[in-house]
């Protein structure tokens, strides 16, 4: 299922099917596969808004984590982990950027978000270096889930020896 978000200059498409797949794997990957956490996309307007009011900073920013495990009372519900607020333009400029697909650019994103959540930080150059080396590992492991089978063509679903065929290869 593929939704999009939308705003009133333009739509940005994102399937929310593999970009659920990716959060169940990162979890499990973090050991956090009971714990929950709500991913919000936005658009930039939005975006700067909240960073202005959490941050002080008068702009829009790519991701934004706001963590449960942290202040007063962390212990109500520890199974939540937080919330990563994304901002859908911002992504889209940087994918054309960094000449990645928007999809590799969310997962990016996703990831930085949800280790700030766990409480890696990017502030000092030591930290800076384990988080990095740990959005690394997490990449590579979710990465594959971004490339999906095509869709069978009628043809193929009519005539399943064929299609099995052209998948590897052979001839008939």
Known sequence: ????????????????????????????????????????????ARMQRLNARYRGIDRPTDVLAFAMREGAFPQLNPQLLGDVVISAETALRQARARRRSLAEELTHLLIHGTLHLLGYDHEASAAARVMGAKAR???????????????????????PRSAKTRHRGTQE
């Open 1 to 44: 299922m593929a939704i999009s978000f939308q705003n009133r200059q333009k739509t940005i498409p994102i399937d929310t099917r593999t970009f659920k797949k990716i959060l169940r794997k990162l979890l499990a990957a973090l050991d956090q596969e009971t714990s929950d956490l709500s991913v919000l996309v936005v658009d930039d």
């Open 137 to 159: 590992v997490l990449w590579r492991l979710v990465a594959p889930l971004l490339i999906e089978p095509p869709e069978p063509t009628h043809a193929a679903s009519r005539h």
